[in-house]
């Protein structure tokens, strides 16, 4: 599923942010990346969705190689990946429903498709009753959830997410990572990224430890 | 359908961006009201250059008992001459009464009509030039029968001359006008653009095309570029009424006007936006 072959990233200004990092992740796992701030772990996770490119070494996500993936057949890959922030990046000006419809836009989805997409991931997310609140109504979790449906619509193999739990007080962001799990229990791979070792503790889940962009542990 | 989807977010980024969309619609309205303005002066002034231009032709005064006939035929037989028509000494002194808005009194003092009968030699449009003049005038004046010929060479190539820098005065002025019409679109475009930057980075992340990217920022350009064309056609049209009220025979092709200034708008609009999108959506 995702494949780093000594990959290595290196910053303007000789600033390295990962060193030579190996790694294998196979479909429908789920993976923590741990580390402290600053560690790599969002150079990390754009690497994967190829936000980024690699100084040296090869990175293959869903059998592709992304160095020889032509930039028009970016969006493709992007729509099998689903991503999510710290910061949620809502459109403030969107309803909820609209934010997530948007994912959806972006292709031609025929409208009878999106309607039922929609309705499934909603329910799913128990979000239906707020679907016409804007982002600045909800909570953070609540606006974390609809980043993970808007994320998750379009059913990605893929499910990428970067300090998801990071705005978030410990109810909710214990509710995120149960959410997540239950999506990988569905059968996405999932890769989270915290900086946040007490949060995970209790879960079981095979942790990649970045150490000053070098990778410490794989367990 | 992503077609109507890129039409909405536009409607939508035209609207979150309502003042800045103004601000630069006006400009692009000045700016296009400008070069329609030069488009109307430009073309009446050739529409009245070419009302010369069909008047210019070389009269031949006839000797008395010329056979106009014969005359006639012959000068037709000249190369660069169109047409020619004779204007009897009668007719010429009506047309001077005519032209003086006289009674006889003043004419009655010559106790003979003075006037000459004469041929109007009218040209071929190649030959309305000073040579072709003198050429032509040449060959007439050799022939049996005529008194003498006069035509307005030098006026002729003056008026030409005139015309011709006008032109390039006017490609010129047409030159700046498009490129600054293309920079008010592109500079809109450009801050809408920052403007609305996560919306693209998001659109980007959920695998959004470029050309579905752009779609509404060119939808803008075109909108920003039709209007603008649009108010420009109506300023001309008020300038034209108020012109009607002052000189008479002003000449505007209302149709071409109105096609034009949107034609223009469109195209000045796509160029703009795609510059735009070229340079800041990477
Ligand atoms: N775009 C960038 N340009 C330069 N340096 C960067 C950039 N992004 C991240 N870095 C640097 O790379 C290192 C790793 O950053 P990051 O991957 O964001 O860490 P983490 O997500 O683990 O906090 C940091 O030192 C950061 O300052
Ligand atoms: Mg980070």
Known sequence: ?219 | MSLRIGIREGFRTITRNASLFLLSLLVTSIALFLLSLFAFVTVNLYHFLNILDEKIEIIAFLEENADYEALTSNILKINGVRDVIYVSSEQALKDLQAELQETEEVLSVFESNPLPASLRIKLLAKSRNARGLEEISGKVMLLRGIRETIYGGELVDQLKKITSVITSFDIGLLLIIIFSVIFVIFQTIKLTIFARATEIDIMKLVGASNSFIALPFTFEGIVQGILGGFIAFILTVVTQRVAVSFLSNIYFPQGYFFVGSLLCGIIFGIIGSSLALRKFLK
Do not use: C
Request: without cysteine; aromatic residues 8%; hydrophobic residues 40%.
């Open chain 1, 1 to 219: 599923m995702i494949t780093f072959d000594n990959v290595t990233k290196v910053y303007q200004k000789d600033w390295v942010a990962l060193q030579d990092i190996s790694f294998f992740i196979d479909k429908g796992e789920f993976v923590f990346v741990n580390g402290t701030t600053g560690a790599g772990k969002s150079t990390l996770l754009k690497l994967i969705y190829k936000d980024e490119e690699p100084t040296k070494g090869t990175i293959k996500v869903l059998d592709q190689n992304l160095r020889l993936l032509k930039k028009k057949n970016l969006p493709k890959l992007r729509r099998k990946i689903g991503v999510i922030f710290q910061d949620f990046k809502l459109l403030q000006d969107r309803t909820l429903e609209e934010n997530i419809a948007f994912a959806l836009d972006v292709t031609d989805t025929p409208a009878r498709d999106m309607r039922k997409q929609m309705l499934e991931i909603l329910t799913y997310l128990r979000l239906s009753h707020k679907k016409f609140s804007f982002p600045y109504q909800l909570s953070g979790g609540e606006q974390q959830k609809v980043a993970i449906a808007r994320a998750l619509v379009r059913d990605p193999y893929i499910l990428l997410a970067d300090e998801p739990t990071g705005n978030l007080d410990e109810k909710s962001s214990q509710e995120i990572i149960d959410v997540l799990l239950d999506i990988n229990y569905k059968g996405t791979t999932v890769l989270m990224a915290t900086h946040n070792l007490k949060l995970i503790k209790k879960v079981k889940k095979r942790m990649l430890r970045i150490e000053d962009g070098k990778l410490a542990a794989d367990q």
